[in-house]
């Protein structure tokens, strides 16, 4: 059974950087695409950043691209997502998320971690 574990979520200031972190177990990570998304409260759950477990293509959203960078760690099966400038909009639960292909439809992804809240001061 996949289990993704998301951590490193806290407070940080307009401006400031924070990296979470996606600690995966139980699967053959090489098989499949991980994804972050967010969920502010109030707004429907909206995709991050995608990254290929085994060639480590990326994808952004057009709201965090040149601020956040997704990487993956294989020897850890740990997935990261560092947000630098961060803004008051990038405030949300962040949640990790794997699946063979990437998928458009976000309720189709396999397997979610259980999110870790990420909250910016203004």
């Known amino acids: 059974q996949v289990q993704l574990v998301e951590s490193g979520g806290g407070l940080v200031q307009t401006g400031g950087s924070l990296r979470v972190s996606c600690a995966g177990s139980g699967g053959t990570f090489s098989r499949y695409v991980m994804a972050w998304f967010r969920q502010a409260p109030g707004n429907e759950r909206e995709f991050v950043a995608s990254i290929t477990w085994s060639g480590g293509s990326t994808q952004y959203a057009d709201s965090v691209k040149g601020r956040f960078t997704i990487s993956r760690d294989k020897a850890k099966t740990t997935m990261y997502l560092q947000m630098n400038s961060m803004k008051p909009e990038d405030a949300a639960v962040y949640y990790c998320?794997?699946?063979?292909?990437?998928?458009?439809?976000?309720?189709?992804?396999?397997?979610w971690g259980q999110g870790t809240q990420v909250t910016v001061s203004s």
């Open positions: 998320a794997a699946d063979d292909v990437f998928k458009s439809a976000l309720d189709r992804w396999d397997y």
